[in-house]
Every structure is written in C-alpha cells, then in structure tokens.
C-alpha cells in the first residue's frame, strides 16, 4: 500500500471582531450577491444576530430573504425542506446565522441547489455515494453564535439520517463557507447547557486533531481529487490544535461560571475556530465517530437551555461523554503526544509515566466535564449495555473519522470504549 506524502492546508478566511456582524452587507455585495437567504433556526429567527444580519444585507440594497427552519440536529428531512427553499428562491448568497446546526443546513441547501442531484450522491460512502462535488458553490457566510462547532471553517455537514438512526454526513472542500465572522455580541446569550457542550465539542476537536492518525500514515489517495478533507494529524493542523486546547480549557469553565466575562467568551469563542482549523484539516476520530449514534439514538433525554420538543443528546454532549474512554484507549498509540495534550490543558506532567498518558488526559476532560455540569456518562442520558451493540452498528460506518482512530477500532475496541463511557466518575 502507497502512503500519503502531502496535505494541504484550506481555512475559510475569517473576520472577528466586537460588532463585524454589521459589515455582512458589503461583505456579500463584495461577492456580487443581490439576494441572499439568510439560514436559521426557528430558536433564534427573532434575536439580535439575525435582525442585524437582515438589516445589514438590506442596507445595502440586497434582497435579503430569512429561512427559520433548520432543524436543531438536523436530519435529512430537514435539508430537504431547506434545499426545495432554496432551489425556490433562486439565490446568488447565502449567509448561515446560528450554531452549526444552521451552518450545516445552509451548506447543503447551498450545495443541492447549486448541483441538484439525488440527496445520498455526496454524502460520505459507504452511506451514501460520496461523489466528488462538480464545482464551486454560490459564496457563504456563516456568523456562529455559539462557539463551539468550527463549522464556519470546515467543507463538512452533518445530520441524522433517520433510516439509519445515525448521523452521517458530506464532507467537500466546496462546501467551505467563504467567510466566518466572529462576533462577540453573537454569543451572549447562550444557556448554560448550550455554552457548555459547544465548548466541550471544540476542546474534543482539538484533541482529536491533535491526536488523530499522522496523515503519513493513511493510504495514498489514486487521485489528488480524493485526497479528503480529513488528512490526519499533520505539522500545521497541530498548531491550530494545541493552542485552541491551551486557550479552551483557559476560559470554558470562567465563561459560564460567568458570561458578562467578555475576555474569557473572546477566547472561547476564537479557540472554536482555531479548532475548527486544526480538525477541518487534520480531521476527528473515535470521539466522533462514537456520538453520531449516541445522538441519532436519543430516546428520552432533553437538556435544560434546549428545545423541549424533542429528546436529543447535543451533538457536544454525545462528544465528551465517549472522550475520556477514547483518549484512554489512543494514549498507546503516541502517549507523549497525549501527555502533551494534559500538559495544555493545565496538568503538571513533569513525573508522568508514559502508561499513564490515557489516565492522565481523560481525567483531565473528567474534571472540565464536571465543573459545567455534564451528565456522568452514558447511562445518565438514558443508554445501557443492552443499547451496545447497536452503538457499535452505527459507529462502524463512520469510516470518514473512525479510519483516523491512531489505534485501529473494531466491533469488539468499540463494544469496550461503548461500555467504559456508561459511568465516567
Ligand atoms: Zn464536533
């Protein structure tokens, strides 16, 4: 087997900055768009973020028109009903206000109404067909406000695929938002609960970017065009990785502890995306590829901070719970690599032995967890080991992110990872 020799680095360029929201008029007008859908959930179609964002466009003479339906997790059904929105209306430019529930619905209506094919043609095999995406999409922004997901810089989106009970996914470079902006007025207001997944999923990020296999030791792809946006760990997404965990477990627990902290939500809110860099390059592993079941899963569990018209485990939530048994099991892979990792995060390493990376790094996420209150593992969302085996069956195909696993992860690694994740302390 030939291994891979390069990887590439691709970021959407970025503005942050206190207010920048109010610059989104001429930033599109810049792309030569006159009429811009504006994509967001039905939570958040009546906030502050939104109502600039629409005056913004209109002051500068765009035909701005608002879609308030995308699905908080969203599911295939849901991107439909967005894409027929989009095919309808006919759009030059479409700008994403939200968490990346919104970033992920607005890509794939961008995306489907641009190149119209069958839905499962570019989502990721062996799911769906994985066809290459034929070219440039129509320009999108995307202005997060919860800091968390890094979808603003990465070419991937999500969703529950309700046949399956999984989350999957499509994953292209053309899907890349042309521009995040980060603006700190965006995030004021997050519930506890939201601020505290969105958080804990960019610290996993980074530490799955961190630690994800070296991208040197993949296969070679036969054609540069197959080359994935997940490549591996490599010198420049390590970069990215390491300081947003420097930077997250720094601020995360101050900003929820208080929200008015303005510098410690700034930091947050900037690590998201250097994660979203570091992940959106370098990729993800177990952690993710374990939640997406989790997630598609939820049976009963709603959050506090969450709509309570569902049962869902937040995509942040279902993340954490399954990474400290993750980084337990990867830490024989490269443990000074995990300890590296503890030692960002603010633990003394200096006598750490190297059997005890895993232990060390897992505790580490253990002690973040419960500070913002997190449900003590699996079992506290409403999972047992009867629920196993089908965990492991919606993992297994998750071949975008598990392949990036360090440690190879069959049926039986995951079966144990599924069961050491039940009750965490
Ligand atoms: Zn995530």
Not at 192 to 208: I, Y
Not at 295 to 310: F, K, N, T
Not at 402 to 415: D, F, N, Q, V
Request: aromatic share 6%.
């Amino acid at each position: 087997m030939k291994l891979e020799t390069a990887f590439t680095m691709d970021t959407s360029s970025i503005k942050y900055g206190q207010g920048v929201t109010r610059e989104i008029g001429y930033d599109m007008e810049e792309q030569g768009c006159r009429r811009v859908v504006v994509v967001t959930d039905p939570n958040r179609s009546k906030s502050d973020p939104v109502a600039v964002t629409l005056e913004a466009l209109r002051g500068r003479d765009i035909d701005a028109v608002l879609f308030d339906q995308a699905r908080v997790e969203p599911t295939d059904g849901s991107f439909q009903e967005a894409i027929a929105f989009a095919v309808q209306g006919d759009f030059d430019g479409y700008v994403a206000v939200g968490g990346g529930s919104s970033m992920d619905t607005c890509k794939a209506a961008n995306l489907y109404a641009t190149h119209p094919a069958d839905f499962m043609t570019y989502v990721n095999p062996p799911i769906g067909k994985g066809t290459p995406v034929p070219g440039p999409l129509k320009p999108m922004m995307a202005i997060p406000t919860t800091a968390g997901t890094g979808s603003e810089t990465t070419g991937v989106t999500i969703f529950d695929y309700l046949e399956m009970g999984a989350k999957t996914g499509i994953a292209n470079r053309a899907l890349r938002p042309i521009r995040g902006i980060i603006d700190l007025n965006n995030t004021r207001t997050m519930p506890k609960m939201v601020a505290a997944c969105t958080g804990l999923d960019q610290l996993t990020h980074a530490l799955e970017a961190l630690t994800a296999l070296p991208y040197h030791q993949r296969p070679a792809p036969d054609h540069p065009r197959l080359r994935p946006a997940y490549q591996g760990a490599n010198p420049i997404s390590h970069v990215w990785a390491s300081r947003a965990i420097e930077m997250i477990a720094k601020n995360l627990v101050r900003t929820i502890a208080d929200p008015s902290d303005d510098a410690a939500r700034g930091e947050v809110l900037l690590a998201a995306t250097y994660a979203g860099i570091g992940f959106g390059n370098g990729g993800l592993h177990l952690a993710h590829g374990m939640s997406y079941p989790v997630s598609g899963m939820a049976r009963d569990y709603v959050p506090d901070g969450y709509p309570q018209g569902h049962p869902l485990v937040p995509h942040g939530m279902a993340v954490c719970l399954n990474a400290p048994a993750v980084f337990r099991f990867t830490a024989p892979a490269n443990p000074e690599l995990h300890l590296y990792a503890a030692r960002l995060m603010g633990c003394d390493v200096s006598r750490a032995k190297p059997e005890e990376a895993g232990e060390i790094l897992a505790n580490a996420l253990i002690d973040v967890m419960r500070k913002v209150e997190m449900p003590n593992g699996l079992s506290a969302v409403g999972f047992g080991p009867q629920d196993v085996d089908q965990l492991v069956e919606g993992t297994l195909p998750q071949h975008r992110v598990t392949k990036l696993s360090p440690r190879p992860a069959g049926p039986e690694e995951l079966r144990r990872l599924f069961l050491d994740s039940m009750t965490l302390w």
